[in-house]
């Protein structure tokens, strides 16, 4: 059963540097973009009430609120939906806040990245500190009360010191939540092809990320997911689907779905999906070894981990005799541990996430 839509809003004022994901300064497309993204909704959604809606980017906040009104009115809104915006904070001000509070949105996400202006200017982002404490406090003013900010570690010229100083920045805000990402140079983006100064190594980044959990941690965070740190209980529900491999639709540019037991994803080139929103460029349905696999690599990035009575009756399977080689090795080596027939990641785990979930795969 579809629990969750995310969609996918691909413009951005510029290009930041690090960025690869699939967005674009285009605004002047922006009109017949949210017309053919109407009609994938339109012609994909089955009307059923979803637990969780996620408009990301680009900067979703580059539309205006009518705009938004106009894709929200496409679904069925019930009471306790958890309906996500992504934002870049020098694109909203107050009046966007409390005309935003009266649609279903409740729950915003920011990408901050660093409090450091010189940082911010070197990594190409448009906002300055100063923007994100003000559009903080206009949220909450507008009555936003579960707030999520986006952090990057290994930042050209971030010191562990400086990291650290912006959580405790952050969390003094009394923000909700709050996700960090270790800065990867991918191919596509602006600093693949002018390598910054004095990046982080990846034994620096570690180093980083480990000092980000104690300071978190110190300050009532729970470390729910790799990424993902949360106050008060207030993870991110849609976020949490995912990683509990349930099924959700993807709406727009390059998004991934999950429907029926068959992952696609939309088109990546704007003119195609333009042309024809309903298009996929991959769709595949999942034999019952790869949703395994996928439960089994979603799982182990959060804490609550692997239940082994649950993965055993949903695919019929002993787990632990299945797995029982890996399982071993990665306990022996103190990476992975079992409480309570719950299989999770340690903390020296996590680190080398990748090869321990590479090793699930068949
Ligand atoms: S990082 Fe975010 S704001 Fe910057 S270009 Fe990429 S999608 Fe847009």
Not at 18 to 45: D, H, M, T, W
Not at 138 to 147: L, Q, S, T, V, Y
Not at 170 to 187: D, F, M, N, R
């Amino acid at each position: 059963m579809v629990k969750s839509a995310y969609i996918h809003i691909p413009f951005c004022k510029s290009k930041c540097h690090y960025c690869s994901f699939v967005s674009f300064p285009v605004l002047e497309r922006k009109g017949a973009y949210i017309n053919a993204l109407k009609n994938q909704i339109k012609s994909e959604y089955g009307g059923e009430a979803l637990e969780t809606l996620y408009f990301g980017g680009g900067t979703p906040s580059l539309l205006s609120v009518k705009e938004l009104e106009g894709i929200l009115k496409l679904f069925t809104i019930k009471d306790g939906l958890e309906v996500t915006l992504e934002l870049n904070p020098e694109t909203v001000g107050a009046e966007y806040f409390q005309s935003l509070a009266r649609t279903p949105v409740n729950r915003l996400s920011i990408g901050v990245q660093s409090f450091d202006d010189e940082i911010l200017r070197c990594i190409g982002r448009r906002h300055k500190s100063s923007d994100v404490f003000r559009v903080v406090e206009e949220a909450r003013c507008a009555g936003f009360n579960n707030i999520s900010l986006d952090f990057i570690y290994g930042l050209p010229n971030q010191t562990e010191e400086s990291f650290i100083s912006d959580l405790k920045c952050a969390a003094s805000l009394g923000v909700e939540h709050i996700s960090l990402y270790g800065l990867k140079i991918e191919e596509g983006c602006f600093f693949y092809s002018q390598m910054p100064q004095n990046i982080a190594d990846e034994e620096m980044q570690a180093q980083m990320y480990l000092s980000a959990i104690d300071a978190l941690k110190e300050r009532g965070f729970e470390h729910y997911e790799i990424s993902n740190f949360a106050h008060g209980g207030k993870f991110s529900r849609h976020n949490n689907n995912y990683w509990k491999n349930q099924e959700y639709y993807g709406f727009g540019l390059a998004a991934h779905g999950y429907v029926n037991g068959v992952r696609y994803s939309n088109p990546i080139n704007l003119d195609d999906y333009l042309e024809n929103p309903l298009r996929k460029d991959f769709s595949r349905q999942l034999d019952e070894q790869e949703k395994l696999e996928e439960e089994i690599f979603l799982g182990l990035r959060l804490k609550s981990g692997i239940n082994v009575d649950f993965i055993n009756a949903k695919f019929n399977i002993d787990f632990a005799k299945k797995y029982k080689e890996v399982l071993s090795k990665y306990m022996l080596t103190g990476h992975i541990e079992c409480k309570n027939s719950v299989y999770s990641l340690t903390q020296s785990g996590i680190l080398v996430s990748n090869t321990i979930l590479s090793e699930f795969l068949e």
